[in-house]
């Protein structure tokens, strides 16, 4: 059990330096054989997470589920799913990691319920009951068709009707997963508790998803349309088609931010934000009193390309600043050595933008399986998922060993691992001192060195994206070509390339060659020191 932090004032920003990691629970490690990660797999691993420099942990939904979304549609927020352990099993996971030295964010999904919750079987049952209010039910239009156009993100209209009410039910996602009315004061009450319970158990904050959508519009007016539907359209592309002024992005997502802050603050705990909005539109929810932190999820689907990844690097740090999480790969996204190209190129290219995001002012946050330069696994049809669809490959099970399902499970693991190799293990990683796993390392423990409180000062040319931050300046060579990066006067040394290969460590001479994809940090030493 916890207790609110006197010190917490001074200690408001431990999240700064911090790097988190996302552990996806289903695919981390399952500890009891059953093919799915639980809590024990992940206590059992813990030491890996640690060992890598990790200061922040966050677990993805382990609440009870009818797993439509594999998680997100909960039917108690205040209990953990037999599949994935006991209470006492999150206590031990929470305590271990402080143990460790890190700290535990937990997901915060209040946009939506599971349509088995039992909130959403009584709105169901009572017409006229008070739990109708929690959800938005509403009439249909004159044609009997759904109350507004608004479109869900896994596809088709976002309402579904109730044949013995005849009335409809939003959803921004599956119908299974009922959105929550923010304007009852009785949700706001019961996240008040739902938030109190879980910073009593300890944990050190919260990732709050679909953050951008809790508040709808009052009117639940028609969206406009940007762009007319194309029948190749997936569920992304039929969501973009709308420009989304009434479902989501409402200013008063704010107001239930500030009200989780205050009681987040006085233990300490930090509001990291799932904002699937624009970084000018993310702005505002940082302001004030709102969250602390927002995904930037710029670099998700960022091409490789010089000018884009500078433009989403300045955008992304002008309008979320320190308040920014970098990251560029979720449980989401196809995973960033899949998007650009695959292969040792795409693994080098993928390293490359994390060192950029790495030595940026905020927390960087890397999902689980990119310290070891994994790709999509590849998940047959017949073997497929995902509700949404195209989801399954970035969350097929981490390789820990050679052996049976990869050291994953004793099992059979839920997902297909046939992607890997020996050389994706984390055993074998670790014994390979040139392994994208020790890559990752170095590149964490480097970041350290960087004056958090440095101003980011933009450097580089054409095809190098290259900032200094005080001593320190991060480059890469965003091109096929090798480039030259010109270096500030002063003595530097290089402190950290992509490259394990490269073994110089001063700068001799005004600048440096980087190859294709190399990215480096550079250190600056006092004049007439010698670097080692
Ligand atoms: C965002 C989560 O990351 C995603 O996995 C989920 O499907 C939606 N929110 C709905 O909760």
Same mark, same amino acid.
């Given at each position: 059990?916890?207790?609110?932090?006197?010190?917490?004032?001074?200690?408001?920003?431990?999240?700064?330096?911090?790097?988190?990691? #996302? &552990?996806?629970? @289903?695919?981390?490690?399952? !500890? /009891?054989? %059953?093919? *799915?990660?639980?809590?024990?797999?992940? +206590?059992?691993?813990?030491?890996?997470?640690?060992?890598?420099?990790?200061?922040?942990?966050?677990?993805?939904?382990?609440?009870?589920?009818?797993?439509?979304?594999?998680?997100?549609?909960?039917?108690?927020?205040? #209990? &953990?799913?037999? @599949?994935?352990?006991?209470? !006492? /099993?999150? %206590?031990? *996971?929470?305590?271990?990691?402080?143990? +460790?030295?890190?700290?535990?964010?937990?997901?915060?999904?209040?946009?939506?319920?599971?349509?088995?919750?039992?909130?959403?079987?009584?709105?169901?049952?009572?017409?006229?009951?008070?739990?109708?209010?929690?959800?938005?039910?509403?009439?249909?239009?004159?044609?009997? !068709?759904?109350?507004?156009?608004?479109?869900?993100?896994?596809?088709?209209?976002?309402?579904?009707?109730?044949?013995?009410?005849?009335?409809?039910?939003?959803?921004?996602?599956?119908?299974?997963?009922?959105?929550?009315?923010?304007?009852?004061?009785?949700?706001?009450?019961?996240?008040?508790?739902?938030?109190?319970?879980?910073?009593?158990?300890?944990?050190?904050?919260?990732?709050?998803?679909?953050?951008?959508?809790?508040?709808?519009?009052?009117?639940?007016?028609?969206?406009?349309?940007?762009?007319?539907?194309?029948?190749?359209?997936?569920?992304?592309?039929?969501?973009?088609?709308?420009?989304?002024?009434?479902?989501?992005?409402?200013?008063?997502?704010?107001?239930?931010?500030?009200?989780?802050?205050?009681?987040?603050?006085?233990?300490?705990?930090?509001?990291?934000?799932?904002?699937?909005?624009?970084?000018?539109?993310?702005?505002?929810?940082?302001?004030?009193?709102?969250?602390?932190?927002?995904?930037?999820?710029?670099?998700?689907?960022?091409?490789?390309?010089?000018?884009?990844?500078?433009?989403?690097?300045?955008?992304?740090?002008?309008?979320?600043?320190?308040?920014?999480?970098?990251?560029?790969?979720?449980?989401?996204?196809?995973?960033?050595?899949?998007?650009?190209?695959?292969?040792?190129?795409?693994?080098?290219?993928?390293?490359?933008?994390?060192?950029?995001?790495?030595?940026?002012?905020?927390?960087?946050?890397?999902?689980?399986?990119?310290?070891?330069?994994?790709?999509?696994?590849?998940?047959?049809?017949?073997?497929?998922?995902?509700?949404?669809?195209?989801?399954?490959?970035?969350?097929?099970?981490?390789?820990?060993?050679?052996?049976?399902?990869?050291?994953?499970?004793?099992?059979?693991?839920?997902?297909?691992?046939?992607?890997?190799?020996?050389?994706?293990?984390?055993?074998?990683?670790?014994?390979?001192?040139?392994?994208?796993?020790?890559?990752?390392?170095?590149?964490?423990?480097?970041?350290?060195?960087?004056?958090?409180?440095?101003?980011?000062?933009?450097?580089?040319?054409?095809?190098?994206?290259?900032?200094?931050?005080?001593?320190?300046?991060?480059?890469?060579?965003?091109?096929?070509?090798?480039?030259?990066?010109?270096?500030?006067?002063?003595?530097?040394?290089?402190?950290?390339?992509?490259?394990?290969?490269?073994?110089?460590?001063?700068?001799?001479?005004?600048?440096?060659?980087?190859?294709?994809?190399?990215?480096?940090?550079?250190?600056?030493?006092?004049?007439?020191?010698?670097?080692?």
């Amino acid at each position: 059990m916890s207790v609110p932090n006197p010190q917490a004032a001074k200690r408001r920003d431990w999240w700064r330096a911090a790097v988190g990691y #996302e &552990v996806y629970l @289903r695919s981390f490690a399952d !500890g /009891d054989g %059953d093919g *799915v990660g639980d809590l024990r797999g992940l +206590l059992a691993h813990l030491e890996h997470l640690a060992w890598l420099g990790i200061d922040l942990v966050w677990i993805t939904p382990f609440y009870p589920s009818p797993m439509a979304d594999h998680g997100y549609d909960i039917t108690d927020h205040c #209990e &953990v799913d037999p @599949r994935y352990g006991t209470l !006492g /099993d999150l %206590d031990a *996971v929470i305590a271990a990691a402080h143990e +460790l030295g890190m700290r535990v964010v937990i997901d915060l999904v209040a946009n939506h319920t599971s349509d088995q919750h039992p909130w959403f079987r009584a709105s169901l049952a009572e017409l006229h009951g008070s739990y109708r209010g929690y959800y938005l039910w509403r009439d249909g239009d004159a044609d009997g !068709g759904p109350p507004n156009n608004w479109v869900s993100y896994f596809g088709g209209p976002a309402w579904s009707r109730d044949p013995s009410s005849g009335q409809w039910w939003a959803h921004l996602f599956l119908p299974q997963q009922p959105d929550l009315d923010w304007s009852s004061p009785h949700v706001a009450a019961a996240f008040d508790r739902i938030v109190d319970f879980w910073l009593r158990r300890a944990v050190d904050g919260f990732r709050i998803d679909v953050a951008q959508g809790l508040s709808k519009h009052a009117s639940l007016a028609d969206n406009p349309r940007r762009s007319d539907p194309m029948p190749d359209d997936g569920p992304r592309q039929a969501f973009e088609r709308f420009e989304h002024r009434y479902d989501i992005g409402q200013p008063e997502n704010v107001a239930i931010f500030e009200r989780w802050r205050a009681l987040t603050e006085p233990y300490d705990a930090v509001l990291i934000g799932e904002v699937y909005l624009e970084p000018e539109a993310i702005g505002p929810y940082l302001r004030g009193h709102g969250l602390d932190l927002a995904f930037s999820f710029a670099f998700v689907d960022l091409p490789w390309d010089a000018t884009a990844v500078s433009d989403a690097l300045r955008a992304t740090l002008r309008h979320l600043g320190p308040g920014s999480c970098w990251t560029q790969a979720s449980h989401d996204e196809p995973r960033p050595p899949t998007r650009f190209g695959a292969g040792a190129v795409g693994r080098a290219r993928a390293l490359a933008i994390t060192t950029l995001l790495a030595g940026m002012p905020g927390p960087l946050v890397l999902y689980q399986g990119e310290e070891l330069g994994l790709e999509d696994g590849a998940v047959p049809a017949d073997a497929a998922v995902d509700p949404m669809g195209g989801r399954d490959g970035c969350r097929t099970p981490i390789p820990w060993s050679t052996g049976p399902a990869w050291g994953f499970t004793t099992g059979r693991p839920w997902l297909p691992m046939d992607s890997w190799t020996a050389s994706d293990t984390v055993e074998a990683q670790r014994d390979d001192s040139s392994s994208s796993l020790h890559r990752h390392r170095a590149l964490l423990s480097t970041r350290r060195r960087i004056d958090q409180d440095a101003p980011v000062t933009w450097l580089g040319g054409s095809s190098i994206v290259a900032y200094r931050r005080a001593d320190h300046l991060v480059a890469a060579c965003v091109s096929d070509e090798p480039e030259v990066l010109e270096v500030p006067s002063g003595t530097w040394a290089i402190v950290f390339s992509t490259h394990a290969t490269r073994r110089s460590t001063e700068v001799a001479g005004p600048s440096i060659g980087l190859r294709p994809a190399e990215a480096v940090i550079l250190e600056r030493r006092p004049a007439g020191s010698r670097s080692g």
